[in-house]
């Protein structure tokens, strides 16, 4: 059965985790709604490109303009089955906003399903949604993770982690494992 699901995402969200999950979900039936604070539908973000070439952290490129296609100011998490938080530099500054912290709020009161990767941990920890959960991220979240009562959980770049309702990984090279998971809390079956 397809499920609406709510994109949170916002100015250089990282390109692969915002665009990737977005087309992913929409492929197999479900609606996305992608929205971001302060704009409205037909207004674009712009994405970075978070890439590992070898040295001591990520490299940030431009990315993409991505459409978005509701209004933030529009919606009510209420509306929505499922949330997903890209990651990237977006999660840093979306926790500012009390009504996106409400909306993630929701989410966990309500044990409906949230897909967070990367840097999306940042979101959760200022939302102080992760206290017993355990939740994977950069590994350069792993402190705000700790410092929110989580559980850090240090896997491969290319896996995910579900505690429950929450799905998480450390960033995109993880979407084929990410997303499966996601997938199979939504429960979303896919038949060819």
Not at 14 to 30: C, I, K, N, R, S
Not at 45 to 50: G, L, P, Q
Not at 149 to 162: E, F, K, R, S
């Given at each position: 059965?397809?499920?609406?699901?709510?994109?949170?995402?916002?100015?250089?969200?990282?390109?692969?985790?915002t665009m990737v999950p977005?087309?992913?979900?929409?492929?197999?039936?479900?609606?996305?709604?992608?929205?971001?604070?302060?704009?409205?539908?037909?207004?674009?973000?712009?994405?970075?490109?978070?890439?590992?070439?070898?040295?001591?952290?990520?490299?940030?490129?431009?990315?993409?303009?991505?459409?978005?296609?509701a209004t933030f100011a529009?919606?009510?998490?209420?509306?929505?089955?499922?949330?997903?938080?890209?990651?990237?530099?977006?999660?840093?500054?979306?926790?500012?906003?009390?009504?996106?912290?409400?909306?993630?709020?929701?989410?966990?009161?309500?044990?409906?399903?949230?897909?967070?990767?990367?840097?999306?941990?940042?979101?959760?920890?200022?939302?102080?949604?992760?206290?017993?959960?355990?939740?994977?991220?950069?590994?350069?979240?792993?402190?705000?993770?700790?410092?929110?009562?989580?559980?850090?959980?240090?896997?491969?770049?290319?896996?995910?982690?579900?505690?429950?309702?929450?799905?998480?990984?450390?960033?995109?090279?993880?979407?084929?494992?990410?997303?499966?998971?996601?997938?199979?809390?939504?429960?979303?079956?896919?038949?060819?």
């Amino acid at each position: 059965m397809a499920k609406k699901i709510l994109m949170i995402c916002g100015d250089f969200c990282e390109d692969y985790e915002t665009m990737v999950p977005f087309q992913a979900l929409l492929a197999v039936g479900h609606t996305v709604h992608a929205v971001c604070p302060g704009k409205k539908a037909g207004d674009t973000i712009a994405t970075a490109i978070h890439d590992f070439e070898g040295d001591q952290t990520y490299t940030e490129k431009r990315g993409h303009n991505f459409a978005l296609n509701a209004t933030f100011a529009e919606i009510r998490a209420e509306d929505y089955d499922a949330l997903v938080i890209p990651g990237g530099r977006g999660p840093e500054y979306l926790r500012m906003y009390p009504d996106v912290i409400a909306a993630v709020r929701h989410f966990f009161e309500e044990d409906k399903p949230v897909a967070a990767v990367c840097h999306g941990a940042q979101l959760l920890a200022g939302a102080r949604v992760l206290e017993g959960r355990t939740c994977s991220a950069y590994p350069a979240c792993r402190a705000e993770v700790e410092l929110a009562g989580g559980t850090y959980a240090d896997i491969p770049i290319d896996q995910a982690v579900t505690d429950r309702n929450l799905v998480s990984a450390p960033a995109w090279p993880a979407h084929p494992a990410w997303i499966a998971q996601f997938l199979s809390v939504l429960g979303t079956r896919i038949s060819l």
